[in-house]
């Protein structure tokens, strides 16, 4: 099992995401949500996306499972999925009602929701809407189905599960019932969990109790997580590698420690100062980020930060879009401050020549 | 989404932001093509109702025993000759087998059609006297000689009773929808400005109301009505018993929009600078749901019309001599006679027209009632 | 759950009490009273009464007591299966309105059963094909169905039945079965007429049904719990019926409650065009003649018969909708 703070990196990701593309068909237009994204998720690591909401980490986790709604499409890119015995599968070549992709759903990648509230039925009970999961892909019997049922509620921590699986979901108070979500999502044993602000609809006690058991589990079974937050303290606990998304775009990416410690892009930097410090000076303003994200449809011209950025530069930022490229051996950030316009073009012309 | 099209132009754009909610509300009920359509249809049926005395050419009740059953004569306006308006006159022939009366058209026999002619006296808006009528002849009786949509078994003139029933039946949704809403307002705003125990007993009752049937139960109460009524007496009876049915849903629309408004922000604030309650209510949230009253009267218009042509039909609403859809109607109850005389049928058409309309401007009012909903 | 049937039962209970007294309140409405209209009838048959017979009927019947005496007697007297005596036929009410009211039952029950049947079906499409061709074209018949008043459309059904094929449709047996004792043969024939009230009837119904089956579904088919479903890899068309079809299904047993009065009471008209032999036609004429004691019965009867429909459910919905069934007692 691999120890999280060795942070090294395994070389054979379990599933890459490469220049993804999802979008919804507007009445006057297609509008990108996410807007060429590529990342990597490892066995026993933890990737964080995060970002304000709105720009688009939500519908990247949903796109990896193809489950975005309607009219939500993925328009390019390729989810690589390695299975056990190497063979590598394109997601995005699969038929989207299709029993490929409906093997993958659940069986080897699932997801957790934000709202336990209503990522339920109410019509059934919660023995009901895991076994049926268990009977899909595992083909269990009904007594097989009941048993691994009631061991995977007490594994979450739940209380006499053999009396809460024929319990409703609304009997269920909040944070018993994200144990109940994420018992479901492992039922299957996935090896990629993605875990979608798991923890935004709870109270402060019980979210550190749901971060605890999504670490202890994924130490157990050494899947590889996906974690969409928009809250630093929550990636600073949890995370190995950072993805700091804004308006559809990645601008970071890189291992969390780097990242912390040495912030390349304004955005992050931003984001990083607007975490509370219990070594702040007291009684002083936590700095906030100016503006709001721009809606998808009025994008920006240039770097979609320009509008908000402090450092940003007349003439480059609001004309050109900066690639996200190296900026150091680990660590990848689309800004001009690191790449400035005329070294690209020098690069390029270099290698042209 | 509200308005995507409206971002791509900067002006528009800025007209969103600065438009009216009533402003918004109406952008919003014109791309609702039905109701756009509806709402010319029902204005048509209100006119026809206020100047029926002008469209209608024979005096509707009038009738004549020589002239029963005569099919409909539609109006041609060209012959051979150019602009020439006229109906095709008819000869009456003993069919030599039944010995009954039949009409067989006669080409030769054309009646000329003028029109804004002078023919019985009758009062516009039921004050003013006057004897100008759409359509007429230049001389004598136009009850004699024209009968655009036919006559019934009393030889009446289907088109002239058409229009003075459209008249009595559009203004008798109307007012009995007016009496639903003072009831509907003051009820269901008791219940939801009050709450607790009143609001507890309106509900209940309510809910008594809409769980029975209540043809049978206004059947009976129509039943009642003596039978040396006048006509005006059963017209106003018979809007207080329809009245009685359409309040429940009124009632609660405005106890839901009472109760939404009441948890508002802006009301909440309105309290806490210390308004009064009369002003919150009339300077805040009346305003607020003025429009969804107007879409649920709407749709509570067509339920009155047709629980007057339900009792009519029956014999249990207005009796002749008052004449109503309803009262038409009870024409066409017996299939033979409409076998026979098709032409007894046509009053369905406008009575179904006028509740389609009603449904669909109602239908399209609810939606933009709310400017702001997706 | 008991306090949800406690209150249930209650209202119940109450509206009965209500309908009985609208129902007196409809039988004492005319002028005069029951035996002024009982002299007067015989009077007209050529019968003399005179005013000791008359005071004698008066005592007889209780009509010089306070009138919530006589509603009293009245209403404990139905309570005994006693509805007086009909004045028009010269029997007793309850003997006229056995069959009648069993066949209402059946019109009825079979209208509701004819509007789900295609409501729920054709709403399951709607939601599903929002906005396709077949979406537009239910729309549209939807609000057709809504628009023409049953008594219109049994109209124009009888109209074209007799002008296109000359059969006269209505009425619910065939000549031979009108007057037969029940038999298998008699439930048959009456079946075989029962499509068209039954189409006629839920016609309107059926056309809300479907509105609002098509709304639920298109509201519950945004919902987080359907793509939870999706994401455990299930199909598409297995989540759609496991999943949001079930939660908006739940709403359309809860609509019973209207469904029913509504279809009582429009039954009661359309028999009369379709020359049914349910009570329809009955409280017409009884109405007309002012038979009070027969209209006022039937009255209360059919009003006691849809609370009770409503009733029954309610109690369906706490059996379907597991939240009423746990819900704590407050």
Same mark, same amino acid.
């Given at each position: 099992?691999?120890?999280?703070?060795?942070?090294?990196?395994?070389?054979r990701?379990?599933?890459?995401?490469?220049?993804?593309?999802?979008?919804?068909?507007?009445?006057?237009?297609?509008?990108?949500?996410?807007?060429?994204?590529?990342?990597?998720?490892?066995?026993?690591?933890?990737?964080?996306?995060?970002?304000?909401?709105?720009?688009?980490?939500?519908?990247?986790?949903?796109?990896?499972?193809?489950?975005?709604?309607?009219?939500?499409?993925?328009?390019?890119?390729?989810?690589?999925?390695?299975?056990?015995?190497?063979?590598?599968?394109?997601?995005?070549?699969?038929?989207?009602?299709?029993?490929?992709?409906?093997?993958v759903?659940?069986?080897?990648?699932?997801?957790?929701?934000?709202?336990?509230?209503?990522s339920?039925?109410?019509?059934?009970?919660?023995?009901?809407?895991?076994?049926?999961?268990?009977?899909?892909?595992?083909?269990?019997?009904?007594?097989?189905?009941?048993?691994?049922?009631?061991?995977?509620?007490?594994?979450?921590?739940?209380?006499?599960?053999?009396?809460?699986?024929?319990?409703?979901?609304?009997?269920?108070?909040?944070?018993?019932?994200?144990?109940?979500?994420?018992?479901?999502?492992?039922?299957?044993?996935?090896?990629?969990?993605?875990?979608?602000?798991?923890?935004?609809?709870?109270?402060?006690?019980?979210?550190?109790?749901?971060?605890?058991?999504?670490?202890?589990?994924?130490?157990?079974?050494?899947?590889?997580?996906m974690?969409?937050?928009?809250?630093?303290?929550?990636v600073a606990?949890?995370?190995?590698?950072?993805?700091?998304?804004?308006?559809?775009?990645?601008?970071?990416?890189?291992?969390?420690?780097?990242?912390?410690?040495?912030?390349?892009?304004?955005?992050?930097?931003?984001?990083l100062?607007?975490?509370?410090?219990?070594?702040?000076?007291?009684?002083?303003?936590?700095?906030?980020?100016?503006?709001?994200?721009?809606?998808?449809?009025?994008?920006?011209?240039g770097?979609?930060?320009?509008?908000?950025?402090?450092q940003?530069?007349?003439?480059?930022?609001?004309?050109?879009?900066?690639?996200?490229?190296?900026?150091?051996?680990?660590?990848?950030?689309?800004?001009?401050?690191?790449?400035?316009?005329?070294?690209l073009?020098?690069?390029?012309?270099?290698?042209?020549? | 989404?509200?308005?995507?099209?409206?971002?791509?132009?900067?002006?528009?754009?800025?007209?969103?932001?600065?438009?009216?909610?009533?402003?918004?509300?109406?952008?919003?009920?014109?791309?609702?093509?039905?109701?756009?359509?509806?709402?010319?249809v #029902?204005a048509?049926?209100?006119?026809?109702?206020?100047?029926?005395?002008?469209?209608?050419?024979?005096d509707?009740?009038?009738?004549?025993?020589?002239?029963?059953?005569?099919?409909?004569?539609?109006?041609?306006?060209?012959?051979?000759?150019?602009?020439?308006?006229?109906?095709?006159?008819?000869?009456?022939?003993?069919?030599?087998?039944?010995?009954?009366?039949?009409?067989?058209?006669?080409?030769?026999?054309?009646?000329?059609?003028r029109?804004?002619?002078?023919?019985?006296?009758?009062?516009?808006?039921?004050?003013?006297?006057?004897?100008?009528?759409?359509?007429?002849?230049?001389?004598?009786?136009?009850?004699? #000689?024209?009968?655009?949509?036919?006559?019934?078994?009393?030889?009446?003139?289907?088109?002239?009773?058409?229009?003075?029933?459209?008249?009595v039946?559009?203004?008798?949704?109307?007012?009995?929808?007016?009496?639903?809403?003072?009831?509907?307002?003051?009820?269901?705003?008791?219940?939801?400005?009050?709450?607790?125990?009143?609001?507890?007993?309106?509900?209940?009752?309510?809910?008594?109301?809409?769980?029975?049937?209540?043809?049978?139960?206004?059947m009976?109460?129509?039943?009642?009505?003596?039978?040396?009524?006048?006509?005006?007496?059963?017209?106003?009876?018979?809007?207080?018993?329809?009245s009685?049915?359409?309040?429940?849903?009124?009632?609660?629309?405005?106890?839901?929009?009472?109760?939404?408004?009441?948890?508002?922000?802006?009301?909440?604030?309105?309290?806490?600078?210390?308004?009064?309650?009369l002003?919150?209510?009339?300077?805040?949230?009346?305003?607020?749901?003025?429009?969804?009253i107007?879409?649920?009267?709407?749709?509570?218009?067509?339920?009155?019309?047709?629980?007057?042509?339900?009792?009519?039909?029956?014999?249990?609403?207005?009796?002749?001599?008052?004449?109503?859809?309803?009262?038409?109607l009870?024409?066409?109850?017996?299939?033979?006679?409409?076998?026979?005389?098709?032409?007894?049928m046509?009053?369905?058409?406008?009575v179904?027209?006028?509740?389609?309309?009603?449904?669909?401007l109602?239908?399209?009012?609810?939606?933009?009632?709310?400017?702001?909903?997706? | 759950?008991?306090?949800?049937?406690? *209150?249930?039962?209650?209202?119940?209970?109450?509206?009965?009490?209500?309908?009985?007294?609208?129902?007196?309140?409809?039988?004492?409405?005319?002028?005069?009273?029951?035996?002024?209209?009982?002299?007067?009838? /015989?009077?007209?048959?050529?019968?003399?009464?005179s005013?000791?017979?008359?005071?004698a009927?008066?005592?007889?019947y209780?009509?010089?007591?306070?009138?919530?005496?006589?509603?009293?007697?009245?209403?404990?007297?139905?309570?005994?299966?006693?509805?007086?005596?009909?004045?028009?036929?010269? *029997?007793?009410?309850?003997? /006229?309105?056995?069959?009648?009211?069993?066949?209402?039952?059946?019109?009825?029950?079979?209208?509701?059963?004819?509007?789900?049947?295609?409501?729920?079906?054709?709403?399951?499409?709607?939601?599903?094909?929002?906005?396709?061709?077949?979406?537009?074209?239910?729309?549209?018949?939807?609000?057709?169905?809504?628009?023409?008043?049953?008594?219109?459309?049994?109209?124009?059904?009888?109209?074209?039945?007799?002008e296109?094929?000359?059969?006269?449709?209505?009425?619910?047996?065939?000549?031979?079965?009108?007057?037969?004792?029940?038999?298998?043969?008699?439930?048959?024939?009456?079946?075989a007429?029962?499509?068209l009230?039954?189409?006629?009837?839920g016609?309107?119904?059926?056309?809300?049904?479907?509105?609002?089956?098509?709304?639920?579904?298109?509201?519950?088919? *945004?919902?987080?719990?359907?793509?939870?479903?999706?994401?455990?890899?299930?199909? *598409?068309?297995?989540?759609?019926?496991?999943?949001?079809?079930?939660?908006?299904?739940?709403?359309?047993?809860?609509?019973?409650?209207?469904?029913?009065?509504?279809?009582?009471?429009?039954?009661?008209?359309?028999?009369?065009?379709?020359?049914?032999?349910?009570?329809?036609?009955?409280?017409?004429?009884? /109405?007309?003649?002012?038979?009070?004691?027969?209209?006022?019965?039937?009255?209360?009867?059919?009003?006691?018969?849809?609370?009770?429909?409503?009733?029954?459910?309610?109690?369906?919905?706490?059996?379907?909708?597991?939240?009423?069934?746990?819900?704590?007692?407050?």
């Open positions: 099992m691999l120890q999280r703070s060795q942070g090294s990196v395994p070389n990701p379990i599933l890459s995401v490469r220049d993804l593309r999802t979008g919804f068909a507007m009445r006057d237009g297609f509008v990108a949500a996410v807007d060429g994204v590529s990342f990597d998720m490892h066995e026993g690591r933890t990737l964080a996306i995060v970002g304000e909401s709105g720009c688009g980490k939500s519908v990247t986790a949903r796109s990896v499972l193809r489950i975005v709604e309607r009219p939500g499409k993925i328009v390019g890119g390729e989810i690589l999925l390695r299975r056990k015995d190497g063979q590598v599968d394109d997601l995005v070549g699969f038929g989207q009602d299709s029993k490929d992709l409906r093997a759903r659940g069986r080897d990648i699932a997801l957790v929701f934000q709202e336990p509230m209503t339920f039925s109410n019509h059934y009970t919660i023995g009901n809407q895991i076994g049926e999961m268990l009977r899909l892909h595992l083909r269990l019997s009904q007594r097989e189905t009941r048993e691994r049922t009631i061991e995977i509620l007490g594994r979450v921590g739940i209380p006499s599960p053999e009396r809460r699986i024929d319990e409703y979901p609304f009997q269920l108070s909040g944070g018993l019932r994200q144990r109940v979500m994420i018992a479901m999502a492992l039922s299957c044993g996935p090896r990629v969990l993605i875990a979608d602000e798991p923890t935004t609809a709870l109270d402060v006690t019980t979210q550190a109790q749901i971060l605890d058991l999504l670490r202890s589990m994924q130490q157990q079974t050494n899947m590889a997580m974690l969409i937050t928009h809250d630093m303290g929550v606990e949890m995370a190995d590698d950072v993805a700091v998304m804004y308006l559809g775009k990645l601008v970071e990416y890189g291992p969390v420690d780097k990242i912390f410690h040495a912030p390349r892009h304004p955005y992050t930097r931003a984001l100062r607007s975490i509370p410090s219990i070594r702040a000076k007291p009684r002083s303003r936590l700095p906030v980020l100016q503006g709001s994200i721009p809606s998808a449809v009025l994008r920006p011209t770097c979609p930060f320009h509008p908000r950025c402090e940003a530069m007349a003439g480059t930022c609001d004309r050109d879009m900066p690639q996200l490229l190296p900026a150091s051996n680990d660590v990848e950030v689309s800004c001009f401050l690191h790449h400035p316009p005329e070294s073009s020098t690069t390029a012309s270099g290698v042209a020549s | 989404m509200s308005d995507l099209t409206a971002r791509n132009e900067p002006a528009d754009h800025q007209a969103v932001y600065i438009a009216t909610q009533w402003q918004l509300m109406w952008w919003r009920f014109q791309r609702h093509y039905l109701a756009m359509i509806s709402l010319f #029902v048509a049926f209100y006119l026809v109702a206020a100047f029926s005395g002008f469209l209608a050419y024979a509707p009740s009038a009738s004549e025993a020589y002239r029963a059953l005569i099919p409909p004569q539609p109006i041609h306006l060209f012959d051979e000759t150019g602009w020439n308006p006229h109906v095709i006159g008819f000869e009456r022939i003993r069919d030599p087998m039944t010995f009954k009366l039949v009409y067989a058209p006669n080409p030769e026999l054309k009646v000329p059609v029109f804004f002619a002078h023919g019985f006296e009758y009062r516009l808006f039921g004050i003013i006297p006057a004897n100008i009528h759409l359509v007429g002849v230049a001389d004598g009786n136009a009850a004699e #000689v024209i009968h655009l949509l036919g006559t019934d078994e009393q030889g009446r003139d289907l088109w002239s009773r058409l229009m003075v029933a459209t008249s039946s559009m203004t008798i949704g109307l007012i009995g929808v007016s009496l639903s809403l003072v009831l509907g307002v003051l009820l269901g705003g008791l219940s939801g400005l009050l709450g607790g125990t009143v609001d507890m007993l309106i509900q209940r009752l309510i809910e008594v109301v809409r769980s029975v049937p209540v043809i049978p139960l206004w009976g109460l129509a039943a009642a009505m003596p039978r040396d009524w006048s006509v005006l007496q059963v017209y106003f009876a018979l809007t207080i018993i329809i009685l049915i359409g309040w429940t849903d009124l009632a609660r629309v405005v106890r839901g929009r009472f109760m939404a408004l009441r948890e508002e922000d802006f009301i909440v604030a309105a309290e806490l600078i210390g308004a009064s309650k002003r919150i209510i009339f300077r805040h949230m009346v305003p607020s749901f003025l429009s969804h107007i879409a649920a009267v709407t749709l509570a218009l067509p339920v009155m019309i047709i629980s007057e042509t339900a009792l009519s039909f029956l014999g249990l609403g207005l009796r002749p001599p008052a004449i109503s859809w309803g009262v038409l009870q024409q066409a109850q017996n299939v033979q006679a409409v076998a026979l005389s098709p032409w007894l046509i009053p369905v058409i406008p179904v027209v006028a509740i389609l309309a009603f449904n669909f109602g239908d399209g009012l609810r939606d933009a009632a709310d400017p702001y909903g997706h | 759950m008991t306090d949800f049937i406690a *209150r249930k039962l209650f209202t119940a209970l109450v509206t009965i009490w209500i309908v009985s007294m609208l129902s007196f309140v409809i039988i004492q409405l005319p002028p005069g009273d029951y035996v002024t209209s009982y002299v007067q009838q /015989l009077m007209n048959s050529g019968t003399a009464v005013a000791q017979e008359a005071e009927l008066r005592a007889q209780g009509l010089d007591d306070p009138v919530w005496v006589q509603y009293f007697k009245w209403i404990t007297r139905v309570l005994r299966g006693d509805f007086g005596v009909s004045m028009e036929w010269q *029997r007793p009410v309850a003997d /006229l309105l056995g069959e009648r009211m069993l066949l209402t039952i059946i019109v009825s029950l079979s209208a509701i059963l004819f509007a789900w049947a295609v409501a729920i079906p054709v709403g399951i499409y709607s939601a599903v094909r929002q906005y396709s061709l077949g979406d537009n074209v239910f729309t549209f018949v939807g609000f057709l169905g809504l628009a023409i008043p049953d008594f219109l459309l049994a109209l124009v059904f009888l109209y074209f039945g007799y296109l094929f000359g059969v006269h449709l209505g009425g619910l047996f065939s000549p031979e079965f009108q007057r037969a004792p029940w038999s298998l043969a008699k439930a048959w024939d009456l079946l007429h029962l499509w009230p039954a189409v006629i009837l016609t309107s119904g059926m056309a809300a049904q479907m509105r609002v089956m098509r709304a639920n579904l298109l509201d519950e088919l *945004r919902k987080p719990y359907v793509v939870t479903a999706e994401a455990k890899g299930l199909k *598409r068309s297995h989540v759609i019926l496991k999943y949001p079809l079930r939660a908006s299904l739940n709403p359309l047993v809860s609509t019973i409650g209207y469904l029913l009065p509504t279809v009582v009471s429009g039954s009661i008209i359309v028999s009369l065009v379709l020359a049914l032999p349910t009570v329809g036609p009955l409280l017409l004429g009884a /109405l007309l003649s002012q038979d009070m004691y027969l209209a006022g019965a039937i009255i209360l009867l059919l009003g006691v018969l849809t609370v009770i429909g409503t009733f029954l459910s309610d109690l369906l919905l706490m059996w379907v909708e597991p939240r009423l069934r746990f819900r704590r007692i407050a």
